[in-house]
Every structure is written in structure tokens, then in C-alpha cells.
């Protein structure tokens, strides 16, 4: 156990029945399916439903983000962001340590997730613009960019200088960016390992003890990665720019400050397709789901609201993959719900994501999406009574987490 699991453990015995309870009482008051709708936002990448599984939406619901198949995308993004804008607008086992510049008498602090005690509270760059109403800064900062952009951009350079670290996604992009083989042939590596440099060095520069990178977010999302590869040369192409990052001297376990998070849709650890994702476990220190209360809203016209889903039905599996697979620490890397008539569906969903990670230790990071796509609006703004929940969720003892050392 890191040492967040083991500060929180007995936090965990002593609420996993009343956070259980808790959620059964907010599921009957919301009128909750049984089932997840799924998302993802890359912001605005998502995926569909998971039909047939357990506690999945019925056959035919989408998902935020999501077409009624598991290929669908979140806002009816079709690739990425075009080149320079990269998300302006828009814990397990400590494992191996090693030597980071200035760091305590020499070493990583933090194992795999990089964290302390508690969970990081973050969000997307919008929700950012909620710091003042949620009465402190957000922790972690979700941003987007493509292989060939420069980071960090203005934006993210002004978000680290503040004291917030970053979750990164560098992509590539169907029909304009290279292929997972051509990643895998080494083809791209000037361009991405420039990249992972200037990652390192804004870590340094802000003084961030650790700071978070993805390969391609939300691989498993077929339809928005078409014509990049199979499953298997996406994992040769995060092999080799994973130790691209290790030839350099720039992973968290050589003194470095990148810490590895795949990230794929919820839909994925609920039909058991991330396995085919898995790069290993020398090669991912957190595993990370995004997910989504949608509503039906990629469905318009369908005639009124899809009842709610909660947080467990969305990321209970990719919590149950990370046990699997060594205690891996995990992330929510996008979560989020959209306005229902009734305003009390989006705070007791909020509710309900508080009484989730709380009862479960391996959770190191919660960031919620604070976006509007095409159809689907998961904006807490729109909401007092929401922004009041979100502010109470960021000031709970357990998610003052902060990066270890």
C-alpha cells in the first residue's frame, strides 16, 4: 500500500457501509438505472454504452459522448484538436523509488501516483474558472495535445506556474497524424521525445514533484481511432515511447518526474476489452477511466431523459482491473453528469462520486469535466446547487491530496 492507501484505509472500514447505503438512498432519490452510459472527453473524445454488462445501460442507450455501439464518440468529435490549440478553450503499491533533483534526502516520494495522503481534486481547463466559487485550486489540470504541438502553451505554462500539475495527453490524429506503426518504428521519435522533454522540464521549472502523461487517451474508442492500428501496435507504440521517456532518464523511477496513465473509456474495463490495451505493468504507474451520467443526450430526439447511472456503476471495474493488476493506482480522468430537469440528479451524482472514491483506496485522482459538446452540457455553472456539491467535495479531508514531497 502507498501511503494514501494506508491513510485511508480506515477511513474505508469504517464508511464502506454507510457510503453503500448512502448511494442506495441517492440512486432510489434520483430514480437511477442499472446501467452506465459511458464517456470520455478529449475535450470532447467519448465513447457508448456497455449493453449486456453488469450494471450497464439498456441495449441502444448511448453514451455522453457515445453512438449506440461501443465506437462512438463523446461530442461528435472526429479526431483532435486542431494543431495549436491544446485545451485552451475547452494508489496502489508504492513501487520502485528513485532519485529525483531536490527531492527528499534523494528520493521519488509518492511510489506510482506521484501523491500523498489524499486524492487530487482537479478538473478540465474550464472548471478552472470555478476556482474562487469552489474555494481553492484545483490540484491537477486535465489538458489535450496533439504529437507536433508545443507545451507547454500559454495556458498550461500559467496553470503549473500556479501550483497546479498537469495530466497530459499527446495523441496522434486519424487521417493527419501518424500511425501506431509508424510510432512503433521509431519514425516519430525526435518530435515526441522533444515533447516528453519540455514535459520534464515544465516539471522542473514549476517545481512539480510529479507530472502525468498519456499516450493516445481512449484507445478503445475504435471509431475515433480508426486507421491508426489494432489494439496490439497500439501497445508497440506505447512501448516504444514509453521507453523513448526511460532512455532519457526522464520516468519517475530514474529521477525523473513523468508518471505513465492509461487512460481508457469505462466502457472498456466493463467488457473487458482493456486487457488488449495493457501495455504492462513495468511500463503504466496508474490506470485510468473516464465516465459519464449522459443522460441519453448523444441521442436527441429520443424521446426524454435517460434515468441516471451512478459513479459505481461506471468505474467499479476499472477499480476491480487495478486490483487485478497489481494494486495499480487509479485515476478518474474525466467524470461528469449533465443537468436533468430536476437539479437535485447532477448533486446527488456529485454526491455520489464523493462517497465512490472515498470508499475506495486506490483512487488517487478525481477531474471533473466542466465542458459543453454538441447535445451534452456537463457545465456545474448551470447549477448553484451542483457548484455548492462540487465545493463541498473539494473541501473534504480526503481529497486535499496533494504531490508527495
Same mark, same amino acid.
Given at each position: 500500500?502507498?501511503?494514501?492507501?494506508?491513510?485511508?484505509?480506515?477511513?474505508?472500514?469504517?464508511?464502506?457501509?454507510? *457510503?453503500?447505503?448512502?448511494?442506495?438512498?441517492?440512486?432510489?432519490?434520483?430514480?437511477?438505472?442499472?446501467?452506465?452510459?459511458?464517456?470520455?472527453?478529449?475535450?470532447?473524445?467519448?465513447?457508448?454504452?456497455? $449493453?449486456?454488462?453488469?450494471?450497464?445501460?439498456?441495449?441502444?442507450?448511448?453514451?455522453?459522448?457515445?453512438? &449506440?455501439?461501443?465506437?462512438?464518440? =463523446?461530442?461528435?468529435?472526429?479526431?483532435?484538436?486542431?494543431?495549436?490549440?491544446?485545451?485552451?478553450?475547452?494508489?496502489?503499491?508504492?513501487?520502485?523509488?528513485?532519485?529525483?533533483?531536490?527531492?527528499?534526502?534523494?528520493?521519488?516520494?509518492?511510489?506510482?501516483?506521484?501523491?500523498?495522503?489524499?486524492?487530487?481534486?482537479?478538473?478540465?481547463?474550464?472548471? &478552472?474558472?470555478?476556482?474562487?466559487?469552489?474555494?481553492?485550486?484545483?490540484?491537477?489540470?486535465?489538458? !489535450?495535445?496533439?504529437?507536433?504541438?508545443?507545451?507547454?502553451? +500559454? +495556458?498550461?505554462?500559467?496553470?503549473?506556474?500556479?501550483?497546479? &500539475?498537469?495530466?497530459?495527453?499527446?495523441?496522434? !490524429?486519424? +487521417?493527419?497524424?501518424?500511425? !501506431?506503426?509508424?510510432?512503433?518504428?521509431?519514425?516519430?521519435?525526435?518530435?515526441?521525445?522533444?515533447?516528453?522533454?519540455? /514535459?520534464?522540464?515544465?516539471?522542473?521549472?514549476?517545481?512539480?514533484?510529479?507530472?502525468y502523461v498519456t499516450f493516445e487517451h481512449e484507445a478503445n474508442?475504435?471509431?475515433?481511432? *480508426?486507421?491508426?492500428?489494432?489494439?496490439?501496435?497500439?501497445?508497440?507504440?506505447?512501448?516504444?515511447?514509453?521507453?523513448?521517456?526511460?532512455?532519457?532518464?526522464?520516468?519517475?523511477?530514474?529521477?525523473?518526474?513523468?508518471?505513465?496513465?492509461?487512460?481508457?473509456? =469505462?466502457?472498456?474495463?466493463?467488457?473487458?476489452?482493456?486487457?488488449?490495451?495493457?501495455?504492462?505493468?513495468?511500463?503504466?504507474?496508474?490506470?485510468?477511466?473516464?465516465?459519464?451520467?449522459?443522460?441519453?443526450?448523444?441521442?436527441?430526439?429520443?424521446?426524454?431523459?435517460?434515468?441516471?447511472?451512478?459513479?459505481?456503476?461506471?468505474?467499479?471495474?476499472?477499480?476491480?482491473? *487495478?486490483?487485478?493488476?497489481?494494486? &495499480?493506482?487509479?485515476?478518474i480522468a474525466e467524470w461528469g453528469s449533465v443537468a436533468y430537469?430536476?437539479?437535485? /440528479?447532477? /448533486?446527488?451524482?456529485?454526491?455520489?462520486?464523493?462517497?465512490?472514491?472515498?470508499?475506495? $483506496?486506490?483512487?488517487?485522482?478525481?477531474? !471533473?469535466?466542466?465542458?459543453? /459538446?454538441?447535445?451534452?452540457?456537463?457545465?456545474?455553472?448551470?447549477?448553484?446547487?451542483?457548484?455548492?456539491?462540487?465545493?463541498?467535495?473539494?473541501?473534504?479531508?480526503?481529497?486535499?491530496?496533494?504531490?508527495?514531497?
Amino acid at each position: 500500500m502507498h501511503v494514501g492507501e494506508l491513510a485511508r484505509a480506515g477511513a474505508h472500514r469504517r464508511r464502506a457501509s454507510l *457510503a453503500v447505503l448512502a448511494g442506495l438512498v441517492l440512486l432510489a432519490g434520483a430514480g437511477c438505472s442499472t446501467g452506465p452510459v459511458w464517456m470520455g472527453a478529449d475535450s470532447g473524445i467519448g465513447v457508448s454504452p456497455a $449493453p449486456g454488462s453488469p450494471g450497464a445501460a439498456s441495449p441502444g442507450a448511448a453514451g455522453p459522448g457515445g453512438t &449506440t455501439a461501443p465506437a462512438g464518440g =463523446h461530442g461528435g468529435k472526429t479526431g483532435g484538436r486542431p494543431p495549436g490549440s491544446t485545451g485552451d478553450s475547452g494508489t496502489g503499491p508504492g513501487g520502485s523509488s528513485g532519485n529525483i533533483p531536490g527531492g527528499p534526502s534523494g528520493r521519488t516520494p509518492g511510489g506510482p501516483s506521484g501523491t500523498g495522503r489524499a486524492v487530487l481534486f482537479g478538473g478540465d481547463v474550464p472548471l &478552472t474558472k470555478e476556482e474562487p466559487q469552489l474555494g481553492r485550486r484545483l490540484a491537477i489540470v486535465r489538458v !489535450y495535445d496533439l504529437i507536433g504541438q508545443h507545451f507547454p502553451n +500559454r +495556458r498550461e505554462a500559467t496553470l503549473m506556474s500556479q501550483g497546479s &500539475t498537469i495530466l497530459v495527453s499527446f495523441d496522434t !490524429y486519424p +487521417r493527419h497524424g501518424p500511425s !501506431y506503426a509508424s510510432i512503433a518504428a521509431g519514425r516519430e521519435d525526435g518530435t515526441i521525445r522533444a515533447f516528453l522533454d519540455s /514535459v520534464e522540464q515544465a516539471a522542473v521549472k514549476y517545481r512539480l514533484r510529479a507530472i502525468y502523461v498519456t499516450f493516445e487517451h481512449e484507445a478503445n474508442n475504435e471509431s475515433l481511432h *480508426a486507421g491508426l492500428g489494432s489494439p496490439a501496435e497500439f501497445i508497440r507504440a506505447w512501448d516504444h515511447v514509453h521507453q523513448l521517456a526511460v532512455g532519457a532518464r526522464l520516468d519517475w523511477t530514474q529521477g525523473g518526474r513523468l508518471h505513465w496513465v492509461l487512460i481508457l473509456t =469505462h466502457w472498456g474495463y466493463i467488457n473487458k476489452s482493456a486487457s488488449s490495451y495493457w501495455p504492462g505493468a513495468g511500463e503504466v504507474d496508474i490506470i485510468a477511466a473516464d465516465g459519464y451520467n449522459t443522460g441519453g443526450c448523444r441521442r436527441p430526439g429520443h424521446g426524454g431523459q435517460d434515468l441516471p447511472v451512478s459513479p459505481a456503476s461506471l468505474f467499479s471495474d476499472v477499480v476491480s482491473f *487495478a486490483v487485478a493488476h497489481g494494486r &495499480t493506482p487509479v485515476f478518474i480522468a474525466e467524470w461528469g453528469s449533465v443537468a436533468y430537469p430536476s437539479p437535485g /440528479v447532477q /448533486v446527488n451524482f456529485i454526491r455520489q462520486m464523493q462517497a465512490f472514491v472515498d470508499a475506495n $483506496p486506490l483512487i488517487a485522482a478525481a477531474l !471533473y469535466w466542466d465542458s459543453e /459538446v454538441p447535445h451534452c452540457n456537463y457545465e456545474i455553472n448551470n447549477s448553484s446547487s451542483s457548484l455548492a456539491a462540487l465545493a463541498s467535495m473539494a473541501h473534504a479531508p480526503d481529497m486535499q491530496g496533494q504531490l508527495a514531497g
